[in-house]
Structures are given as structure tokens and as C-alpha cells.
């Protein structure tokens, strides 16, 4: 026997507030909460939202240009090379932390001019998204293939193996 409409709009509403029961309502954001806009620099959305986004931005940049920042004093074969050298390390250890205060100069120009919303918005979409790591790019490429090129011109002592039975203690 089938049930009848009323039959079955009944067990209907009756599984539908059994599932809400169940299932837990999300949150409603609080008023005045429009998404994407809000004091903070990055909206924690994900697992690099948030702190732990900014401070994942700010310091790999810093700690890949550390491992570059100790041939600060190397000779090079130009001193043009040298002085590229330096500018591509201070743009990659500066990169990430460029975003942080344009992000908050352009919220701060926000809420002070209703009008420059939009005109802020795709500023610092075309400065963090774009600019500053193409930017940031060229310079680590430039980091990484003079890094390989001058492995060609060390000393024949860089090659050589060292003694371990030197340094390593024994008894004789």
C-alpha cells in the first residue's frame, strides 16, 4: 500500500527535524561582518590564513635569503655580479614583508575613503599577487643559477676529500 500525500509530507517534516536536531547549525557571522573585509590583514580562511599565514609569508623569504646572505663577501667575478648579487638577496629577504605594510596602508586608506575601496583593493591585488613575486622570483633565479654557476670556479681544494682518520678519534 503506498502512503498518501499527507502520509508522506508528514514523515517528511518528521525525517527533516530529526536531521536538524541531529545536524548542527553553523554560526551566523555577526552583524555589520561583510566576507573579505575586515581589520585584519588576511582572513583566516584555511591553514595559511590568518597569523599563521602572515608569519609563513614573512619568515620563509627571510630564511631562504639567510642561506644566500653568508656569500655577502665572496669574491665575485665582477663587481656588478656583487652588487646584483645584493640587490637580489635584499629583494628576496624583503619580499614577503612588503605585503604587510601595503596591505595595511591600502586597509587603513579604506576605511578613511569609502570611495577608494575598489581602487585599493586591485592595488594591492597587482602589488602582492603580482608584482612582488614576479619580482621576487627573478631575484631567486638570479640567486640560484649564480649559485650553481660559480660552483665551476672554486678552488681544486673544494674537491678534494678530506682524511677522516684525522678527524675522527682513535686509538692506536
Same mark, same amino acid.
Given at each position: 500500500?503506498?502512503? @498518501?500525500?499527507?502520509? +508522506?509530507?508528514?514523515?517528511?517534516?518528521?525525517?527533516?527535524?530529526?536531521?536538524?536536531? +541531529?545536524?548542527?547549525?553553523?554560526? +551566523?557571522?555577526?552583524? $555589520?561582518?561583510?566576507? $573579505? &573585509? &575586515?581589520?585584519? /590583514?588576511? =582572513?583566516?580562511?584555511?591553514?595559511?590564513?590568518?597569523? /599563521? $599565514?602572515?608569519?609563513?609569508?614573512?619568515?620563509?623569504?627571510?630564511?631562504?635569503?639567510? =642561506?644566500?646572505?653568508?656569500?655577502?663577501?665572496? +669574491?665575485?667575478?665582477?663587481?656588478?655580479? *656583487?652588487?646584483?648579487? &645584493?640587490?637580489?638577496?635584499?629583494?628576496?629577504?624583503? !619580499? $614577503?614583508?612588503?605585503?604587510?605594510?601595503?596591505?595595511?596602508? /591600502? =586597509?587603513?586608506?579604506?576605511?578613511?575613503?569609502?570611495?577608494?575601496?575598489? =581602487?585599493? *583593493? @586591485?592595488? #594591492?591585488?597587482?602589488? %602582492? #599577487?603580482?608584482?612582488?613575486?614576479?619580482?621576487?622570483?627573478?631575484? !631567486?633565479? #638570479?640567486?640560484? @643559477?649564480?649559485? %650553481?654557476? *660559480?660552483?665551476?670556479?672554486?678552488?681544486?681544494?673544494?674537491? *678534494?676529500?678530506?682524511?677522516?682518520?684525522?678527524?675522527?678519534?682513535?686509538?692506536?
Amino acid at each position: 500500500m503506498k502512503p @498518501t500525500g499527507t502520509d +508522506r509530507s508528514e514523515k517528511i517534516v518528521l525525517a527533516a527535524n530529526a536531521l536538524q536536531r +541531529r545536524c548542527p547549525t553553523p554560526a +551566523r557571522p555577526p552583524v $555589520g561582518f561583510r566576507h $573579505g &573585509h &575586515h581589520g585584519s /590583514l588576511f =582572513i583566516n580562511t584555511g591553514p595559511l590564513g590568518g597569523p /599563521l $599565514g602572515l608569519i609563513t609569508m614573512t619568515l620563509s623569504p627571510l630564511l631562504y635569503g639567510l =642561506i644566500h646572505f653568508l656569500a655577502w663577501g665572496e +669574491r665575485f667575478p665582477t663587481p656588478l655580479k *656583487q652588487q646584483l648579487w &645584493h640587490v637580489s638577496l635584499f629583494v628576496v629577504m624583503c !619580499s $614577503g614583508l612588503m605585503c604587510v605594510p601595503v596591505g595595511k596602508s /591600502l =586597509i587603513l586608506m579604506t576605511w578613511k575613503y569609502r570611495w577608494t575601496r575598489s =581602487i585599493s *583593493q @586591485t592595488i #594591492f591585488i597587482i602589488l %602582492c #599577487f603580482w608584482m612582488i613575486p614576479s619580482v621576487h622570483m627573478l631575484a !631567486s633565479v #638570479f640567486l640560484l @643559477t649564480e649559485s %650553481c654557476r *660559480q660552483l665551476f670556479f672554486l678552488d681544486p681544494a673544494a674537491y *678534494q676529500l678530506p682524511s677522516w682518520s684525522n678527524y675522527w678519534p682513535h686509538l692506536s
